[in-house]
């Protein structure tokens, strides 16, 4: 009995340090943002108590249904791009000739920083000098402005981050896919399945779970999406990438309403939070969990 | 088993003295206001903060050693930001309490002004040995920094805004220079424009027309479109006027005259350095990067006049201000007197430094700027200092206003909407945001 609480006592000791850093650097803020989001604050003065009327503002604010709107249309391109894309290329990849180096390439982008990743793409997309155009140019093709365009400025910047994080999830697929026992695979083959029919009655099945964890990292890291707005396009043109998490950020540091802006990022929470639940509970339908 | 207990319990007390290490602690020694020009020693502390890049910087370094040079007894700690978040840090340094003694301020000076965050410098502008009192400054500069009449910063330096263009390209395609053609008093928005067809069916890129308060000074203002009222109690942008000169350059944005760069994705430095824009708009900022241009000669010349013949230049000046937190507020006066003086001016912007000075004493210029070799026109900057005028007040005041006018223009430029309407709704947006 002195044994078990000893060791539990050294078990304690030991996660110390990371419950006193996660209350300090996240659950303290988490609390203090709740708090804020009932007040009226400048970041300088001291905040005034104004009840839900942040609340009201926020829902009335025509920003507030911009950044949602761009943020869902953001999202439409990057879940499924990250998700399809990344399966595809895991499944094409898993038995091939030099998988470490497919592997190494498909994951080399999203190990490099989103800041620089953006810069890059910034001058390849210039309308005047980037490259991109000078390659359209040999084909006679007229200059794009991609990102100058309130057309196609989302699909741009969704194309950009599939790109930059399709890596990680064919990575996860990659080892999910070699998780799938061989025998599921030679019965169907015994059976006549062709290649399609083993991946849609075998692999996708077999791979559920692990679909299941992506969507769920991929959908709220697309609706996390800042860096590359904030350095392409800073929310333009005329607001037409104006995403959440930069309405966020324009309320409380440019316009200096922190209430507002923590308003904003609380009801981004419970967004979020719903949207996890309804995952879940959609999950029940088609994940399979293999016994 | 005693022997693994002390061991366990020694890991864990380093590893949560490790979690903690990183806490508050920034790039240079703490200096946080309320520790800062303290003593170690018989020695005094100084911290200040800016902005700036590499070559900056070095000036800044550089400034910092021959001040403590003259004044062995202060220590300066200096913590430069990345301008990119600037003010983010600056705002939760200030939240906290714990912001240097001196910094710059990229927006929102009003505010921290009017919440008490900043320091009354009158008191200590008085009778100032260093030359740094009220008259010696621009009359037109000052007003900006002033709160209730009160002085709570100072314009560390100032940048009237002209146009940088390539005298190389527009002699190419046969068109007169645009100094020679404001001598005649013919360089206007007019003039511009024909200018700009000549240079786009060339295939080159006249201008990229930023999303900022000069631009709106020096393109809009200078045909009558005036953002606010003299006092800054009411928006005025929805005029005849104004419909006339946005419609206009609408238009030209339309025809590919112009291009808009509201979002700021097209870098029209790197474009005028590779030969393929004809106009920059900017301050003296430029020159650090231009200075070292051999493949083509350049020019700067006043924005052109606008519709009825007025011209409105824009002069881009950055708060220097003092913490109201700062202890010991005569020795950080010291360094600050230093850094606005003529020697702190000096040593910040001679040998094409980033801007032109914010005080006006004898034979300064010549040191400054006047004897550099480029541009040929420089003397335009000197004259538009004292001519020009600030930004607008109320966009600091309210910060929204800026970023309601940042909207309306990218309606109007990227978007192409109704310039009427779109200029209407502003002013009551702006207007609701006054209140």
Redesign the interface.
């Known amino acids: 009995m002195k044994g078990n609480k000893?060791e539990s006592l050294?078990g304690y000791?030991?996660i110390?340090?990371?419950i006193?850093?996660l209350t300090?650097f996240s659950i303290i803020p988490i609390i203090s943002v709740f708090y804020l989001s009932f007040c009226q604050w400048?970041?300088?003065?001291d905040p005034i108590f104004v009840g839900v009327q942040n609340y009201i503002e926020e829902i009335k604010d025509p920003n507030f249904s911009k950044a949602a709107l761009n943020t869902l249309l953001y999202s439409l391109i990057y879940i499924p791009g990250n998700i399809i894309i990344a399966l595809l290329l895991a499944v094409a990849i898993k038995n091939i000739k030099g998988k470490t180096a497919y592997r190494l390439c498909y994951f080399l982008p999203a190990v490099t920083g989103s800041v620089a990743m953006s810069m890059i793409w910034?001058?390849i997309?210039?309308?005047?000098?980037g490259i991109m155009n000078y390659f359209l140019s040999i084909f006679g093709i007229e200059k794009l402005n991609l990102?100058?365009n309130?057309a196609t400025v989302i699909p741009t910047i969704g194309c950009i981050a599939v790109w930059y994080n399709v890596g990680y999830n064919v990575v996860i697929y990659i080892a999910g896919l070699e998780g799938i026992p061989g025998v599921y695979y030679e019965a169907a083959m015994i059976d006549g399945a062709n290649p399609v029919t083993r991946f849609f009655k075998i692999t996708l099945p077999m791979m559920s779970p692990t679909i299941f964890f992506t969507t769920i990292m991929t959908t709220i890291a697309s609706f996390k999406v800042f860096d590359q707005v904030f350095v392409?396009?800073?929310?333009?043109?005329?607001?037409?990438s104006y995403m959440y998490v930069l309405h966020i950020y324009?309320y409380g540091?440019?316009?200096?309403?922190m209430g507002q802006s923590s308003t904003a990022a609380v009801i981004f929470f419970v967004l979020l939070l719903i949207l996890t639940i309804i995952q879940n509970i959609m999950s029940k339908r088609w994940v399979n969990y293999e016994t | 088993m005693k022997k693994r207990s002390v061991v366990c319990a020694l890991l864990a007390m380093v590893l949560a003295a490790g979690s903690l290490v990183g806490c508050g602690s920034n790039n240079n020694s703490d200096t946080s206001s309320k520790s800062a020009t303290g003593t170690s020693g018989a020695q005094k502390e100084v911290s200040w903060a800016t902005w700036g890049n590499e070559g900056e910087l070095a000036r800044f370094n550089a400034l910092n050693e021959a001040f403590m040079k003259e004044n062995p007894d202060v220590k300066i700690n200096f913590i430069s930001i990345p301008s990119n978040g600037y003010m983010d840090k600056i705002l939760s340094m200030v939240s906290s309490g714990t912001e240097p003694n001196i910094y710059y301020v990229e927006s929102g000076y009003h505010n921290l002004a009017a919440s008490g965050k900043l320091e009354n410098l009158e008191p200590f502008m008085e009778n100032d040995k260093n030359g740094v009192t009220r008259d010696n400054f621009f009359p037109n500069v000052l007003p900006w920094f002033e709160v209730d009449g009160t002085l709570y910063a100072l314009p560390c330096d100032t940048a009237p805004i002209t146009l940088y263009y390539n005298k190389d390209m527009l002699s190419s395609l046969g068109l007169e220079d645009p100094n020679d053609l404001d001598a005649q008093g013919k360089w206007d928005i007019n003039a511009f424009e024909e200018m700009a067809q000549k240079i786009t069916e060339s295939g080159k890129v006249t201008l990229l027309l930023d999303n900022s308060d000069q631009s709106q000074i020096g393109w809009f203002a200078s045909s009558g479109a005036e953002y606010f009222n003299d006092d800054a109690t009411e928006c005025t942008i929805y005029s005849d006027k104004a419909v006339e000169i946005y419609t206009k350059v609408q238009n030209m944005v339309k025809n590919g005259l112009i291009q808009w760069n509201g979002s700021g994705s097209m870098d029209p430095n790197g474009l005028f350095m590779g030969q393929q824009l004809a106009f920059v708009e900017a301050g003296r900022w430029l020159m650090p990067l231009f200075k070292d241009i051999k493949d083509f000669e350049y020019d700067i010349c006043p924005m052109p006049s606008g519709l009825d013949g007025g011209r409105e230049t824009a002069i881009a000046s950055v708060p220097v201000v003092m913490s109201a937190n700062t202890s010991d507020k005569e020795t950080a006066w010291r360094f600050f007197s230093y850094f606005e003086s003529e020697a702190g001016q000096t040593f910040r912007l001679q040998d094409y430094g980033n801007c032109i000075p914010s005080i006006n004493l004898p034979g300064l210029d010549d040191t400054v700027f006047m004897n550099e070799p480029a541009p040929a026109h420089k003397e335009l900057w000197q004259k538009y200092r004292s001519e020009g005028r600030t930004k607008y007040v109320a966009c600091s005041m309210y910060p929204e206003t800026a970023q309601l006018l940042k909207d309306a223009n990218d309606k109007m430029f990227a978007n192409f909407e109704d310039v009427d309407t779109v200029l209407k709704q502003l002013q009551q947006d702006a207007s609701a945001a006054m209140k």
């Open positions: 000893t050294y000791l030991f110390t340090p990371q006193v850093g300090i400048d970041a300088v003065s910034l001058w997309l210039e309308p005047n000098a990102l100058g309130m392409m396009t800073n929310g333009g043109p005329s607001k037409a324009d540091f440019k316009q200096f309403k």
